[in-house]
């Protein structure tokens, strides 16, 4: 019932800049709240940014922290994430995902049993 439907990957030199969206649909009411996580080949999935739908609050990993920039719109229930500042390693599928349960530093560091993923976007950063 819950879903979530990123958008905005493509390619981008390095420096660049990218903006994704995360569409968030079945949340009734109550508590929410979308982080952005990413994977690259090899790697772990990280979670590098997380906001709580209600309040605002948000979590940002060390690897973004200054170049990208997570905001909400609650009325449509979209999350978005500005990428500033790319660079080569940042290249990985971006997913978002979402919780009812847990805030915004456990999502994001101990990211389980989500309620929704996202189908991934890429963003690849080459020149």
């Known amino acids: 019932q819950l879903q979530l439907v990123e958008s905005g990957g493509g390619l981008v030199q390095p420096g660049g800049s990218l903006s994704l969206s995360c569409a968030a649909s079945?949340?009734?009411?109550?508590?929410?709240?979308i982080g952005w996580f990413r994977q690259a080949p090899g790697k772990e999935r990280e979670g590098i940014s997380c906001?709580?739908?209600?309040?605002?609050?948000?979590y940002y990993a060390d690897s973004v922290k200054g170049r990208f920039t997570i905001s909400r719109d609650t009325a449509k229930s979209t999350v978005y994430l500005q990428m500033n500042s790319l660079k080569p390693e940042d290249t990985a599928v971006y997913y978002c995902?979402?919780?009812?349960?847990?805030?915004?530093?456990?999502?994001?560091?101990?990211?389980?049993?989500?309620?929704?993923w996202g189908q991934g976007t890429l963003v690849t950063v080459s020149s």
């Open positions: 906001i709580n739908m209600m309040d605002g609050s948000l």
């Open positions: 995902g979402a919780t009812t349960t847990q805030g915004v530093l456990r999502l994001c560091v101990y990211p389980r049993d989500l309620d929704a």
């Open positions: 079945g949340f009734s009411s109550g508590y929410y709240a």
